[in-house]
């Protein structure tokens, strides 16, 4: 993924797309109104990082060093068609019906002609492909993100937010409702997992250069990230974001 010539603030929105933690915690923090329970979220950041360095990381650059490139992309399309259910879901909810029919046809057209999501045809057809969860349905219902929080595991998020883990990677997701053994379970969520976190390889060294501090840079990158995604594209005021990371 390309990076040159992108502003600080649309790299900032990138990463948090992206997002994976890593990098040292700082012990020094000011709490503030967005991330008032810093010292559990910061605690939490640390675990995270040591579980990504001790085993995501290292998996990501062996599958990234050994899969081909249409392997990689193969793998990120079948799991974007699943995802595309839970997408076509939280349209509907947001009362945007043209966009949700889009995203069943989408499913429909990769999971038969795509051969099960491996190949995006829909793309090719015009069908976009959209960005929706039950956290920006909540937000789009008028209610506040409330204050940020890091899951063990699981990472960034708000309070608003969190209902997400479960309502769309669980209740939306089809792959709960196919019998399966476990261990191919656990295994299907963790060449997910991995297949991420190998896009994410290539921003860390840019990340390194715009921040001193990675918590406080993840945190703003999400919270004004999801607020642009709540507001369908609206901009958020680089100024603003900047003077909060100065105050860091």
């Given at each position: ?37 810093q ?13 990504d ?24 399309n ?10 076509a ?28 999501g491996?190949f ?8 976009t ?10 937000g ?10 890091v899951?063990?595991?699981f ?5 608003r937010?969190s209902?997400?883990l ?8 089809p792959?709960t ?31 390194d250069?715009?921040?001193t ?21 609206a ?14």
């Amino acid at each position: 993924m390309g990076i040159r010539g992108v502003s600080k603030f649309s790299l900032v929105l990138l990463a948090g797309a992206l997002l994976l933690l890593n990098g040292c915690a700082s012990t020094q923090y000011v709490e503030s109104e967005r991330d008032p329970w810093q010292g559990f979220n910061r605690a939490m950041y640390g675990f995270n990082d040591g579980l990504d360095r001790a085993i995501l990381k290292p998996a990501a650059q062996g599958y990234r060093a050994v899969a081909p490139d249409f392997v990689e992309t193969g793998v990120r399309n079948f799991f974007e068609n699943l995802d595309d259910i839970s997408v076509a879901v939280n349209n509907l909810l947001q009362g945007k019906v043209a966009n949700s029919a889009s995203d069943i046809g989408r499913v429909v057209i990769n999971s038969t002609i795509g051969l099960l999501g491996l190949f995006d045809v829909a793309s090719s057809m015009g069908f976009t492909k959209h960005d929706e969860d039950f956290g920006q349905t909540l937000g789009v219902w008028g209610m506040d993100s409330g204050p940020y929080v890091v899951w063990p595991i699981f990472g960034p998020s708000s309070l608003r937010d969190s209902p997400s883990l479960v309502v769309d990677r669980i209740l939306l997701n089809p792959l709960t409702y196919v019998e399966i053994k476990t261990f191919e379970r656990v295994g299907i969520i963790a060449v997910d997992a991995v297949s991420v976190r190998a896009e994410l390889l290539s921003l860390e060294e840019t990340v390194d250069e715009i921040s001193t501090d990675r918590y406080t840079f993840i945190r703003e990158a999400y919270l004004d990230r999801r607020e642009f995604l709540v507001n369908d594209g609206a901009a958020v005021d680089d100024a603003e974001l900047y003077d909060e990371l100065d105050e860091e």
